[in-house]
Antibody, heavy 117, light 107 residues
Framework: EVQLVESGGGLVQPGGSLRLSCEAS????????MNWVRQAPGKGLEWVSY????????YYADSVKGRFTISRDNAKNSVHLHMNSLRAEDTAVYYC??????????WGQGTLVTVSS | DIQMTQSPSSLSASVGDRVTITCRAS??????LNWYQQKPGKPPKVLIY???SLQSGVPSRFSGSGSGTDFTLTISSLQPEDFATYYC?????????FGQGTKLEIK
């Protein structure tokens, strides 16, 4: 069974940093592209970042470029999102999502990040 | 970035109704259009991929059509479990973008 489990969310002050993790199981992790998608409270979905199978290709939404860094560890079946210079507008549930053939076919349950003083 | 615009933003309908949700892209995305369903407190779930292909396990009352810039999701006969929020997403660009969502509510 495919499982994606996010962790690392919490309360952080504006300007602070946080590192999210997503642990994958039930599939050959190194064969899949991975994404982070976020959802602010009561709002819609916003794609955040993409990483290719080996990590050689990485893309970011303009809203997080220069502040967030995506990475993956295929030996540990995990993908990470390092978030710096956090702002109130980064407050959201962050989901990791597996991508196959341009479709986000499996999602984790999400981890809540709250940026507030 | 490619902007995705859904209409309507919300919709009230009854069990058994036929419902259509529209998604428009700011530029041509060929057939690279996916639809997701999200229920409160849950992650999204893919319904339709590549405009019209039904994801495994999704009921056949869901269908998709379109190409280029204009796409539709149709639910042929609404069931109680279909009341949720629906999102389109383009996968033509490496910068994936979602529509703003359509909330389908019970009339």
């Amino acid at each position: 069974e495919v499982q994606l489990v996010e962790s690392g969310g919490g309360l952080v002050q504006p300007g602070g940093s946080l590192r999210l993790s997503c642990e994958a199981s039930g599939f050959t992790f190194s064969s899949y592209e991975m994404n982070w998608v976020r959802q602010a409270p009561g709002k819609g979905l916003e794609w955040v970042s993409y990483i290719s199978y080996s990590g050689s290709l990485i893309y970011y939404a303009d809203s997080v470029k220069g502040r967030f860094t995506i990475s993956r560890d295929n030996a540990k079946n995990s993908v990470h999102l390092h978030m710096n210079s956090l702002r109130a507008e980064d407050t959201a549930v962050y989901y990791c999502a597996r991508e196959e053939l341009e479709v986000f076919d499996y999602w984790g349950q999400g981890t809540l990040v709250t940026v507030s003083s | 970035d490619i902007q995705m615009t859904q209409s309507p933003s919300s919709l009230s309908a009854s069990v058994g109704d036929r419902v259509t949700i529209t998604c428009r892209a700011s530029q041509s995305i060929s057939s690279y259009l996916n639809w997701y369903q999200q229920k409160p407190g849950k992650p999204p779930k893919v319904l339709i991929y590549a405009t019209s292909s039904l994801q495994s396990g999704v009921p056949s009352r869901f269908s998709g059509s379109g190409s280029g810039t204009d796409f539709t999701l149709t639910i042929s006969s609404l069931q109680p479990e279909d009341f949720a929020t629906y999102y389109c997403q383009q996968s033509y660009s490496t910068l994936r973008t979602f529509g703003q969502g359509t909330k389908l509510e019970i009339k």
